[in-house]
């Protein structure tokens, strides 16, 4: 397993940028696919985006298309997820997780590692 941790969360205002990063230890971070999910409050884990080994492939969720962009730096074990037009709806804790092997895949269940989250609160 793959150890993660998150940062760069806080609290915005609807409009603004935020750009959360996570740092992998304990593995050969380029082996894993990297994605970000969200859990709001009294809601279940949903998925935001991927990032593909190389990072040529990105995948992201409908709601957030256009708005956010993942990118990873695998020289510094680092994947970044670049928020912009942040809107209240955004207000999640964000989760970094990591899935071993190539394919890219966007379910909860195929991932096999996790950060602990970071909050973001996007007021209006």
């Known amino acids: 397993q793959v150890q993660l941790v998150e940062s760069g969360g806080g609290l915005v205002q609807a409009g603004g940028s935020l750009r959360l990063s996570c740092v992998a230890s304990?593995?050969?971070?380029?082996?894993?696919?990297m994605g970000w999910f969200r859990q709001a409050p009294g809601k279940e884990r949903e998925f935001v985006a991927a990032?593909?080994?190389?990072?040529?492939?990105?995948y992201y969720a409908d709601s957030v298309k256009g708005r956010f962009t993942i990118s990873r730096e695998n020289a510094k074990n680092t994947v970044y997820l670049q928020m912009n037009s942040l809107k209240p709806e955004d207000t999640a804790v964000y989760y970094c997780?990591?899935?071993?092997?190539?394919?890219?895949?966007?379910?909860?269940?195929?991932?096999?590692?996790w950060g602990p989250g970071t909050q973001v609160t996007v007021s209006s």
């Open positions: 304990g593995r050969t971070f380029r082996n894993y696919v």
């Open positions: 990032i593909s080994w190389s990072g040529d492939s990105t």
């Open positions: 997780a990591a899935r071993f092997g190539p394919r890219v895949l966007t379910t909860e269940v195929d991932f096999g590692s």
